[in-house]
Each structure stands twice: as C-alpha cells, then as structure tokens.
C-alpha cells in the first residue's frame, strides 16, 4: 500500500547503533552499593556490622589513645608517668622503654662490649637479606657464608676469647672427619680394586692438617688476638631471643634432614630409632624438653655444660624433631620417577638424595621452614622458665625495678615487648606467603 | 653388553671384577645399622655410668619411693582433698588433674570459638571478615606465654578489688582474686539425676540411629533434633522434681570486704584458659575457613538446584565434606592445646609441670620427675589421637 501523499523520510526507524547501556541503578554501584552489599545486607548483617565496627573501633582507639596519644615520651624517672604528678590521666610510658632499652636488647651485656652485639646483627642483617631476595644472584656463597662462617664469627663476637681458634677448631675437624672418610673409601677401594693412591694421600693430608690444627689449638700460640669473654649468663634480652630462636633453626635443619631420612630408610633400627626419637619429642610440651636440657643432660654427662648451651640443645632436638616432619612432606611430594631416575643413571644413595631428591624437596619446604622458625621464634620465650632472661624474660625484671614503679609501667612494657613480637612474626608470615606463592607459579594455571 | 676381543659374549651374571662385600646393599644396610645399634648402646652406657656417678656424689636415691614422701608444700587449685602433708605422689595426680582440667575446658571452648572465628573469616560482611582476620593474625604472632602473662598480669590485675566485683545477674562475681560462679551442692538422691542424664543421652542417640535406619528404608523423616533435645535434658530435669529438687545452688554474697560462698575460679585458671582459648581458636578459625573453602561451590550450586534451605545446604553438603578435611588439622590443634597447657608454669597455675617442678626442687628427683611429665603427655597424646582417629575414619569419604 502506498500514500501519495506522503513525505519522502523514512517510514519505519531502525537504529544503526547499539543504544547505551543505562547506567545499573545507584543504590548498586559505588560506595553506597558496596555498604550494601557488604555491610548492611540483612538487618542481621547490619547490626553485626555496627556491633563490629563499635568494637574493632573501641579496640583501635584504645591502643592509639595508650601508645601515642595519652603517652609520655620524656622523663627521667616514674614521676614523669604518675597521673597525680602530670596533672592528667597519662598513657604509655615511653621513658620506662628508653631506660630500659639496653636491658631489653642486650640483657646484662657489658656496655663497653655492646658494639659486638650490634656488629653481629649487621653481619646478620648483610648476610640474610640478599639470602631471602629470590633476585639476588650467588646464592650458595651466601648460604656457605651464612650457614657457614657466621656462626662462628657470632661465636667470636658474642662470646669473646680467642679469634683464631674457634675457627681453627672447626676447620680440624673438618680435615679430620675428611681424611678418616678418605682413608675409609681407600681402604674399600683395595678391596674392589679401585683404589687410588691419590686418595691416599689427599686422606693422609686432610688427617695432618687436622691434627695441625688441634695441636695448634692446644699450644695456645692464638690466644692472642682476643676479646674479652662474656658469659652467657650475662646475655638477655632480645639478644637470647635471636640466639636461641636462630640456633634453634639452623642445628633443626640438619637434625631434620637425618630424622626425615631415617624414617623413611628401609633398615628396620635406623627407622625404628628416628621414629621413636621424632614421635618422643613431638608428644611432649617444650617445657619439659628443656627441663630435660636443662636439669637431666647434667647428670648424663661428665660435665655440665654452660646453662645457654643446654637451652640450646633442647631447642635444636625439639625443632629437628617438629623440621623431620616438615622436610618428610617435601620428600613425599617428590614422584617416584626422580628417584627412579637417579638409581637409572646409578648415583649412588648420598648423590641420589644431595644432587637430585633434597634439593627439590628443601624448596617446596621453605615455607614450612619458615613458619617453623617463627613458631620456634615464639618459643623462645620459654627459656625465661628455665632463668635464661630473653626479651619477655627482661621485661618482666623491668616491671620490678621500683624507680620505674608505676601503673602504666606493665601495660607500656606489654606494649613494646607485643610491638616487636609481632613485627619479627608478622615479617616473616608474609615472607613465607612470598615464597609460597613463587613457589607456587609452576603449578598454577 | 660388552663384546669381548673374541667376538663372544660374556655370560649372564658374571662380571669381570667381583663385588666386594660391602658393596652388597644388604651386608651395607646390616653394617649401617650395627654401627647405628653400637652407638645408641655407647650413648645410653656412658649416660647410666654417668648418671650413676653423679647421683651418689649428690646422694639422690634413684627411684619412685620419694613419691610416698611428705610434700608439705600448698597448692591453690585441688580437685581432689589435699593437705600439706599429703605425699608427692598425691600432689602430682592433682597436678595431671589440673591440666586435664584445663586442657578438657581449653578444647571446648576453643572448637566453638574456633569455628566462629572461620566462618567468620568467611562471612559476606567486611567488617565481620575484617575483624576475623586481624584476630588471627594478631593471635597467632604473638607468643603464647605473652599473651598468658598479658591476661594474667594486665588483664585480670586491671579487675576491681573483691570489695567492688564487677557482678553479672548477682549470680556470678568477677574480680583480682578470680571467677566466683554459684556452687552446685548436691544432697541425697543427686545420684538419680545423673542416671537420668546417661540414659537421656543413650536413649537419644539410640532414637537418632532408629530414625535413620527408618529415613533410608521408608523416606519417613522424624523430628530427631528436637527428640535429642528432649531426652538429654528433659530426663534430667524429671529426675531433679521426682527425686525431690536435692540440687541446690550456693550463690555468691557481696560482704563487706569479700564475696562469702560461690566457687571460685582462681585467676592463674582464668587467665590461662582465656589465653589458650583465643590463642588455639585463631589457629583452629585458619583450619576450619580452609576445610570449607576445599568444598568445591559446585556442590553448594547442586543444592540450590536442587532446592534445598541454605541451612540445609550447609549442614547436609557443606560441613559434613568440609569435616574431612578439618579433622586432622584439629587433632593436632588440640593435642598441642593440651601441651601448651604446660605454659602454666610461667603463672604459677598448679598444673603438672608446675607441681613437677616443685617436686624436683625440693627433691632433686629430676629423672623421675622428667620421666612422669613425658610419660603422661605421651598417653593424652596417644589417646586423643586414638580418639581423634576413629573419629575421622567414622567420617571418612566411604570410597569403593
């Protein structure tokens, strides 16, 4: 049908474009549409929100208003804390911290000797950071350097006495322990009938240059250069807390691999025994392995070790035990053709576990390694019980110090010990996210 | 396969040089584990010879004839009678009882607070999800026996003097020197009640097993829950008016300068069952937020689909997958609730390490002492892994 008449515009009107989305309603989007969604989705959720938030205010504000905003940041003695001498209701007494804060740090270091302490930390810090950097490259020099050297640059530092020996100690016997090896494997070898003269002599060296180094020990000849010894029952402080917790992890680390491997040999007594000793110590609290180091090892041994080094040996035992366990779930998640794989190209078993399976299974690890340190970090603070004084060990001595008697004195000590605590866990909880999720990159899809 | 000069091959299972003894893994594996046996036999020799030695020179009798010894020394908690001139043997029972006490307290209080805080972890709400998290993380980077000592010496030191308890309903007193709650005091014929509780509870279960027998054979649903509920309580209170009401209760009365009667809760208990409750529940929140997280949300898709309650969705899909994977993880949260309990030491709370201690102080007994601590850690260990274990395997994914 058409029209005469009609214009000459189109009769119907199609629309060449797609029109614009309209905007979603306002009450979805934005700030108000996330409070609803997320805060006020239900009368339920509303009120929880409002209870929540009153109370996660109340908290927030309490610990802002006591540490900085009501707090005393001068002063030379608890005068400065006591709200009838201030003249207001007074907050955290930040004076208490500043007297106290060699005492928290170094327990009763001597003054005149804490720069070895400080030294010792920068070491530290120098040596492990670039270790945890994924990025930074020469890795095993610094894991030899770390794990290595500086425990016993540590030991010069923090204990003092000769700065030769306990290096030429050390070194002894790693020659001895080398040249009885060697002359074990030339001995074997003569009996297969591929033994080597060479072997010989490099077993006969290393046994030398060991007993040189003992008898040189002995002679006293490197007495000399040394720094004056301070006893361990002068340390304290946080200084304990990184001794002990650092000790305690790195002695876990070999402790664990030996339990972890025994347990999962197949020669029924090394199995048995690692599984006695790993399920021994984890049944049982911490507390009573120290009382265990501390009051039993004496009368099983000669002579009673320093009370530091006993703490010592029952932080290493109980995290090697905890760090087998640890170290057993990364070797079970290496297959099977990895070790399969090894014993094809006839590796031996030390070459099978050093060269392909601990490697793979020591980083899938390092997370659980991580944590392990901080719960053994967290521990630490055990070793006040047996009267070594470590950080919270300090700080309660400090509460006691009557010219410092005041009532905030315990919430303010409370305050910092908690600060530092939580920063050192806090660090290290997202440092073992980092890893694991870097980690975790081959697997992801 | 090695061809020799003359063109012939050498036969199977000879070689040209023999192996030597000790490169056979077996004759290895018995060398390795001789020398193994030979060491642990050095180690525990030179230990007993020592032991032996040091002892006389200290004039210690080893042994556990000290435990019939006189203890004289007090303690502030005592389930059971004791008097200062009870034998050490007795204060050590007390000391376990203490630590049952509150390992068995710390455990449920810590599972419910637990599972609040994961689920809450998990909530649509930010700022519930938000608050759930900094607990967490607050919690567990702390060190315990901080937070010990904090609830110990800041908290429960900030509660007012017995002379202005802060009250609740007038029933139940808190203040510096504890928790004081109504004391039930129960007189002839109490015994009923208890029979009645026991065969509430059995009766209960007996009707739950009956109606899902029933449920599977038939599709016939029956109130179960309710019927539980009124078995395990209703039998109970029955019993209380048949027998004559012998329950009665002692409350609290706010003196002059003391609160007079109640039970009260000593503030070593308090604060050491506050801690190890927020301490093990943020861990237990971390284990139940990842147990229902590994229920994929396709199950949870399916039951809508199906038409099933949100509730039901959660109770019938989600938790009873998500308990799977939760189990294990909470055995070991509660045995080390239970170790951690030792901790009481730092407050001076009579559990067995602290009583132990004691004892080896006055006595000098340590080897003894050493050897009941771990001998009666080891057995709570053991049975609740036992307990734990048939539990799980009860709810283990029953495969072909």
Same mark, same amino acid.
């Given at each position: *049908?058409?029209?005469?008449?009609?214009?000459?515009?189109?009769? =119907?009107?199609?629309?060449?474009?797609?029109?614009q989305?309209?905007?979603?309603?306002?009450?979805?989007?934005?700030?108000?549409?996330?409070?609803?969604?997320?805060?006020? /989705?239900?009368?339920?959720?509303?009120?929880?929100?409002?209870?929540g938030?009153?109370?996660?205010?109340?908290?927030?504000?309490?610990?802002?208003?006591?540490?900085?905003?009501?707090?005393?940041?001068?002063?030379?003695?608890?005068?400065?804390?006591?709200?009838?001498?201030?003249?207001?209701? #007074?907050?955290a007494?930040?004076?208490?911290?500043?007297?106290?804060?060699?005492q928290?740090?170094?327990?009763?270091?001597?003054?005149?000797?804490?720069?070895?302490?400080?030294?010792?930390?920068?070491?530290?810090?120098?040596?492990?950071?670039?270790?945890?950097?994924?990025?930074?490259?020469?890795?095993?020099?610094?894991?030899?350097?770390?794990?290595?050297?500086?425990?016993?640059l540590?030991?010069?530092?923090?204990?003092?006495?000769?700065?030769?020996?306990?290096?030429?100690?050390?070194?002894?016997?790693?020659?001895?322990?080398?040249?009885?090896?060697?002359?074990?494997a030339y001995?074997?070898?003569?009996a297969?009938? /591929?033994?080597?003269?060479?072997?010989?002599?490099?077993?006969?060296?290393?046994?030398?240059?060991?007993?040189?180094?003992?008898?040189?020990?002995?002679? !006293?000849?490197?007495?000399?250069?040394?720094?004056?010894?301070?006893?361990?029952?002068?340390?304290?402080?946080?200084?304990?807390?990184?001794?002990?917790?650092?000790?305690?992890?790195?002695?876990?680390?070999?402790?664990?691999?030996? +339990?972890? +491997?025994?347990?999962?040999?197949?020669?029924?007594?090394?199995?048995?025994?690692?599984?006695?000793?790993?399920e021994?110590?984890?049944?049982?609290?911490?507390?009573?392995?120290?009382?265990?180091?501390?009051? *039993?090892?004496?009368?099983?041994l000669?002579?009673?070790?320093?009370? *530091?080094v006993?703490?010592?040996?029952?932080? =290493?035992v109980?995290? !090697?035990?905890y760090?087998?366990?640890?170290?057993? !779930?990364?070797?079970?998640?290496?297959?099977?053709?990895?070790?399969?794989?090894?014993?094809?190209?006839?590796?031996?078993?030390?070459?099978? *576990?050093g060269?392909?399976?601990?490697?793979?299974a020591?980083?899938?690890?390092?997370?659980?390694?991580?944590?392990?340190?901080?719960?053994?970090?967290?521990?630490?603070t055990? #070793? /006040?019980?047996?009267?070594?004084?470590?950080?919270?060990g300090?700080?309660?001595?400090?509460f006691?110090?009557?010219?410092?008697?005041?009532?905030?004195?315990?919430y303010?000590?409370?305050?910092f010990?908690?600060?530092?605590?939580?920063?050192?866990?806090?660090?290290? /909880?997202?440092y073992?996210i980092?890893?694991?999720?870097?980690?975790?990159?081959?697997?992801?899809? | 396969?090695?061809?020799?000069?003359?063109?012939?091959?050498?036969?199977?299972?000879?070689?040209?040089?023999?192996?030597?003894?000790?490169?056979?893994?077996?004759?290895?594996?018995?060398?390795?584990?001789?020398?193994?046996?030979?060491?642990? &036999?050095?180690? @525990?020799?030179?230990?007993?010879?020592?032991?032996?030695?040091?002892?006389?020179?200290?004039?210690?009798?080893?042994?556990?004839?000290?435990?019939?010894?006189?203890?004289?020394?007090?303690?502030?908690?005592?389930?059971?009678?004791?008097s200062?001139?009870?034998s050490?043997?007795?204060?050590?029972?007390?000391?376990?009882?203490?630590?049952?006490?509150?390992?068995?307290?710390?455990?449920?209080?810590?599972?419910?607070?637990?599972?609040?805080?994961?689920?809450?972890?998990?909530?649509?709400?930010?700022?519930?999800?938000?608050?759930?998290?900094?607990?967490?993380?607050?919690?567990?980077?702390?060190?315990?026996?901080?937070?010990?000592?904090?609830?110990?010496?800041a908290?429960?030191?900030?509660?007012?003097?017995?002379?202005?308890?802060?009250?609740?309903?007038?029933?139940?007193?808190?203040?510096?020197?504890?928790?004081?709650?109504?004391?039930?005091?129960?007189?002839?014929g109490?015994?009923?009640?208890?029979?009645?509780?026991i065969?509430?509870?059995?009766a209960a279960?007996?009707?739950?097993?009956?109606?899902?027998?029933r449920q599977?054979?038939?599709?016939?649903?029956?109130?179960?829950?309710?019927?539980?509920?009124?078995?395990?309580?209703?039998?109970?209170?029955?019993?209380?008016?048949?027998s004559?009401?012998?329950?009665?209760?002692?409350y609290?009365?706010?003196?002059?300068?003391?609160?007079?009667?109640?039970?009260?809760? @000593?503030?070593?208990?308090?604060a050491l069952?506050?801690?190890?409750?927020?301490?093990?529940?943020?861990f237990?929140?971390? %284990?139940?937020?990842?147990?229902?997280?590994a229920?994929?949300?396709?199950?949870?898709?399916?039951?809508?689909?199906?038409?099933?309650?949100?509730?039901?969705?959660?109770?019938?899909?989600? %938790?009873?997958?998500?308990?799977?994977?939760i189990?294990?993880?909470?055995?070991s949260?509660?045995?080390?609730l239970?170790?951690?309990?030792?901790?009481?030491v730092? @407050?001076?709370?009579?559990?067995?390490?602290?009583?132990?201690?004691?004892?080896?102080?006055?006595?000098?007994?340590?080897?003894?002492?050493?050897?009941?601590?771990?001998?009666?850690?080891?057995?709570?260990?053991?049975?609740?892994? @036992?307990?734990?274990?048939?539990?799980?395997?009860?709810?283990a994914? &029953?495969?072909?």
């Amino acid at each position: *049908m058409t029209m005469p008449n009609a214009p000459t515009a189109p009769v =119907s009107f199609t629309r060449g474009e797609i029109l614009q989305a309209a905007p979603p309603p306002a009450s979805l989007v934005g700030p108000i549409g996330w409070m609803r969604a997320n805060l006020f /989705s239900s009368p339920l959720q509303a009120l929880l929100t409002v209870v929540g938030a009153y109370i996660a205010y109340k908290l927030v504000w309490t610990f802002v208003d006591f540490t900085i905003i009501r707090a005393v940041w001068t002063g030379a003695d608890r005068d400065a804390c006591l709200d009838e001498k201030v003249g207001r209701s #007074v907050g955290a007494c930040w004076p208490f911290v500043w007297a106290k804060f060699g005492q928290f740090m170094y327990g009763f270091y001597p003054l005149d000797s804490r720069w070895r302490v400080d030294l010792t930390g920068i070491v530290a810090i120098v040596l492990l950071v670039p270790l945890l950097i994924p990025s930074v490259p020469h890795k095993a020099l610094n894991a030899v350097l770390f794990f290595g050297a500086f425990p016993i640059l540590a030991f010069n530092l923090l204990y003092g006495g000769s700065i030769i020996n306990p290096w030429l100690v050390v070194l002894g016997w790693i020659a001895i322990v080398a040249g009885i090896g060697l002359l074990v494997a030339y001995l074997m070898g003569r009996a297969d009938g /591929s033994a080597s003269d060479a072997i010989l002599k490099y077993g006969a060296g290393a046994l030398a240059v060991g007993v040189a180094a003992m008898v040189l020990v002995r002679s !006293g000849m490197f007495a000399a250069p040394a720094l004056p010894v301070v006893e361990t029952r002068q340390w304290g402080g946080l200084l304990v807390t990184l001794v002990v917790a650092t000790v305690g992890i790195v002695a876990a680390l070999p402790i664990g691999v030996a +339990l972890a +491997l025994g347990r999962r040999s197949k020669m029924p007594i090394i199995r048995f025994l690692s599984v006695a000793i790993i399920e021994l110590v984890r049944g049982v609290p911490l507390i009573t392995v120290l009382f265990f180091a501390t009051y *039993m090892l004496p009368l099983f041994l000669e002579r009673s070790p320093d009370a *530091m080094v006993r703490v010592l040996v029952g932080v =290493s035992v109980f995290s !090697g035990a905890y760090m087998a366990e640890t170290i057993r !779930g990364g070797l079970q998640a290496i297959p099977k053709g990895q070790f399969e794989g090894a014993m094809a190209l006839g590796l031996n078993y030390p070459r099978m *576990m050093g060269l392909i399976v601990m490697p793979q299974a020591l980083k899938l690890v390092i997370p659980g390694i991580v944590n392990a340190f901080i719960g053994l970090f967290k521990d630490t603070t055990l #070793v /006040s019980i047996v009267a070594i004084f470590d950080l919270l060990g300090g700080m309660r001595a400090g509460f006691t110090d009557p010219q410092w008697a005041s009532p905030v004195t315990l919430y303010t000590g409370f305050a910092f010990a908690g600060i530092i605590y939580f920063a050192f866990c806090y660090f290290m /909880s997202r440092y073992s996210i980092f890893v694991e999720n870097r980690l975790n990159t081959g697997r992801r899809r | 396969m090695a061809i020799m000069t003359d063109g012939t091959v050498p036969a199977r299972g000879t070689s040209a040089t023999k192996v030597a003894f000790f490169n056979d893994p077996k004759v290895r594996s018995l060398i390795f584990q001789g020398l193994a046996l030979a060491l642990l &036999v050095f180690v @525990i020799y030179s230990a007993v010879s020592n032991a032996v030695t040091n002892l006389s020179n200290q004039r210690i009798a080893a042994g556990f004839g000290f435990l019939d010894q006189t203890a004289g020394f007090g303690i502030s908690q005592t389930p059971i009678a004791w008097s200062e001139s009870m034998s050490y043997g007795r204060a050590f029972v007390i000391g376990l009882l203490n630590t049952l006490l509150v390992a068995v307290v710390g455990i449920f209080f810590a599972t419910i607070l637990g599972f609040i805080v994961g689920v809450s972890r998990l909530s649509p709400n930010w700022v519930i999800s938000k608050i759930a998290y900094w607990y967490v993380e607050i919690i567990r980077n702390l060190p315990l026996l901080f937070q010990i000592l904090f609830w110990y010496l800041a908290v429960l030191a900030a509660m007012p003097t017995p002379r202005n308890s802060y009250s609740l309903f007038g029933l139940f007193f808190a203040n510096q020197r504890g928790i004081t709650v109504p004391k039930p005091i129960f007189e002839a014929g109490s015994g009923a009640i208890g029979i009645a509780l026991i065969v509430g509870i059995i009766a209960a279960f007996a009707v739950r097993s009956w109606a899902r027998k029933r449920q599977a054979a038939t599709g016939q649903q029956f109130p179960v829950v309710s019927t539980m509920i009124g078995l395990i309580f209703g039998l109970p209170i029955l019993a209380y008016l048949a027998s004559g009401m012998p329950v009665s209760f002692d409350y609290a009365q706010q003196g002059r300068f003391n609160l007079a009667g109640g039970m009260t809760l @000593i503030p070593e208990f308090v604060a050491l069952t506050l801690a190890l409750v927020a301490y093990t529940a943020a861990f237990i929140g971390e %284990i139940v937020r990842a147990g229902i997280q590994a229920v994929s949300h396709g199950q949870t898709e399916a039951g809508r689909s199906l038409g099933l309650a949100e509730g039901r969705i959660l109770n019938l899909i989600v %938790i009873p997958q998500a308990l799977r994977v939760i189990i294990p993880p909470l055995t070991s949260q509660y045995l080390n609730l239970a170790k951690n309990s030792s901790l009481a030491v730092g @407050i001076g709370y009579p559990d067995m390490v602290s009583v132990g201690g004691t004892i080896l102080n006055q006595t000098g007994q340590a080897i003894e002492i050493i050897a009941m601590w771990m001998g009666c850690y080891l057995t709570i260990s053991i049975v609740t892994s @036992i307990f734990m274990n048939w539990y799980n395997a009860r709810i283990a994914l &029953v495969e072909r």
